[in-house]
């Protein structure tokens, strides 16, 4: 191509990563650079296409497109540039780039550091690898700052702050921080995420997004309607950070190559505990994390508010959510009353081929569950000891003398893992200094390995022991230490009911003593269980305890 006939596109491009190179790739010395070289040649210069800030994996960048869609309809025929890593670092789409696109649409590359001949393939993978080992890099001191319990994103959760000393640490925005207590005590009080949301928008509560650029005396440039929505009450409530947790990496790119951003499992999560000061206590956190797992969503019923126990009764036969029914009625003297009770779900749904009524209503339920949360309170107000021994013997717990048992028998196991293993590596040690036959070989390896497995099998087995003896243990002293705030419980409410029970079983009717009809009412606590198994909690048809 004759000199006076090139119209010439440059481009430049510059990442964050090359940035730290210095001023020698810098935006401003590549155009001097390669406008120099045009005028120096006597070249038709058309354009200067700038990508700033732009990984070279990535060719979706804006300024590269225009250049080619520039030389796909002729206005350019010479593509000049400092080097092939500005064009991109991914050998194979850089060269059919070069070797493909541009050629077939009559255009030319030129690279001013390197001759573009049979080595561009080679030089083309070099660059690759050098924009794999920097993504590998970055990932890994991303990984070990999340270990360490450093924060790596870029906007600290609303009702934080990054510390002005260490952006790794959060401090508490003693502004915001009072927002996010509200929304757990709402979410305690049986709100779902949207009711949440509506109640903030109607305090005038400024939204997370708005929040964040309003202190930094600017305004939201995003595309919203600047109010709270139930994804952002749901975010805030599921967020470890406001019990003093970091829980980082739950997303990333499918490779260095594709930065699409996809979710990560939780096994490869990094949570790092204690890193900051909590929000709210440990104690909020986990019944709002019960009530999502329940999938808690009361519904109002026409003329009348949920009732108390929405989401909370449960069939007792085929595990179907109870159904609230309303029905109107007339007293002797005339005056009307609303009747609220409950039944099977999958009877109100299917008829009684699919189950039966297990029909109690609200009034009743609501006598037998005051009275027990009441005889248990008194009952730990007196003797708390004997009522968690009672407990843990409730559930089959083991005592302190199996623990210790387990724990000695645990740690025997793992010594005797440690000792076979160093075996098995010295076996094969010898035998590949022919120290040891063949067969003896064999027979030892296999005779190690079975052993090897099995006490790994039985260290599972003791670790679920223990963690189950702890985590019974906990629950009972949890549970025992809640319940004593209800002892002189006047009335039920949405909040304790969701604070203490899991969830409450009802039966159907059975007939006793010459036809006289009860149903079993079984009430699953939280941490415990159901406390009472040991005994039948029973009403009649007057709703009266039996």
């Not at 440059?10 to 990563?17: A, F, T, W």
């Not at 590998?136 to 870029?154: D, F, H, I, P, S």
């Not at 709402?186 to 009711?195: F, P, S, T, V």
């Amino acid at each position: 191509m004759a000199q006076q006939e090139r119209k010439v596109g440059i481009y430049v491009r510059l990442s964050n990563e090359d940035a730290r190179a210095g001023e020698s790739v810098s935006i401003e010395n590549q155009k001097l650079l390669l406008t120099k070289h045009v005028r120096e040649n006597g070249w038709e210069l058309i354009e200067i296409y700038v990508d700033d800030g732009f990984s070279g994996t990535n060719q979706n960048r804006p300024a590269l497109q225009k250049m080619l869609r520039a030389a796909e309809n002729g206005y350019i025929n010479t593509v000049l540039i400092k080097d092939l890593s500005r064009l991109g670092r991914n050998y194979l789409e850089v060269g059919n780039l070069a070797e493909v696109f541009l050629p077939d649409h009559g255009c030319e590359l030129i690279s001013l550091n390197e001759k573009v001949d049979e080595m561009l393939v080679f030089r083309n993978w070099l660059n690759e690898q050098h924009s794999k080992d920097t993504s590998k890099k970055v990932r890994a001191v991303k990984k070990m700052c999340a270990q360490n319990g450093k924060y790596v994103g870029t906007y600290a959760p609303f009702g934080f702050m990054k510390d002005p000393k260490d952006k790794h640490r959060f401090l508490i925005d003693e502004n915001a921080a009072p927002i996010v207590r509200k929304i757990f005590e709402l979410r305690l009080e049986g709100k779902g995420y949207r009711a949440i949301a509506l109640h903030l928008n109607d305090a005038g509560i400024v939204a997370p997004r708005d929040y964040w650029y309003q202190g930094r005396n600017g305004e939201n440039p995003y595309r919203s309607n600047h109010r709270w929505c139930d994804a952002t009450v749901k975010t805030i409530l599921a967020n470890e950070a406001y019990i003093g947790n970091m829980v980082q990496l739950k997303a990333g790119t499918v490779s260095y190559k594709n930065h699409k951003r996809i979710s990560k499992p939780k096994d490869e999560w990094v949570r790092a505990e204690g890193t900051h000061e909590a929000v709210i206590d440990r104690e909020t956190w986990e019944q709002a994390q019960k009530i999502s797992e329940k999938r808690y969503q009361p519904k109002a019923q026409k003329d009348k508010a949920a009732s108390i126990f929405s989401g909370l009764l449960v069939c007792s036969d085929c595990g179907f959510k109870m159904r609230i029914h309303n029905k109107n009625r007339t007293r002797t003297d005339g005056s009307k009353y609303r009747l609220t009770n409950f039944m099977c779900g999958n009877y109100a749904r299917s008829g009684k081929t699919a189950c039966t009524t297990h029909f109690i209503t609200e009034d009743i339920l609501s006598d037998l569950v005051l009275t027990q949360i009441r005889e248990h309170a008194k009952m730990v107000e007196c003797d708390e000891d004997s009522v968690i021994r009672n407990l843990l013997k409730l559930q089959n717990n083991e005592t302190e003398s199996s623990r210790a048992a387990f724990t000695s028998e645990l740690k025997t196991n793992r010594n005797r893992v440690v000792v076979l293993e160093k075996l098995i590596e010295k076996l094969y040690e010898d035998r590949v200094a022919e120290k040891v036959p063949e067969t003896v070989f064999v027979d030892w390896i296999q005779k190690y390995e079975k052993e090897r497995i099995e006490r790994l099998q039985t260290v599972k087995k003791l670790e679920n022991r223990l963690q189950s003896i702890k985590d019974s243990t906990d629950g009972a002293a949890k549970w025992t230490r809640i319940i004593k705030d209800y002892t002189r419980l006047e009335t039920l409410d949405q909040q304790t009911l969701l604070r203490l029970i899991d969830r409450i079983e009802v039966g159907d009717d059975a007939t006793v003593d010459g036809g006289r009809k009860i149903r079993e009412v079984r009430i699953f606590y939280n941490y415990v269980g159901d406390v009472d198994a040991s005994r039948e909690r029973t009403v009649d048809a007057h709703g009266q305890a039996v």
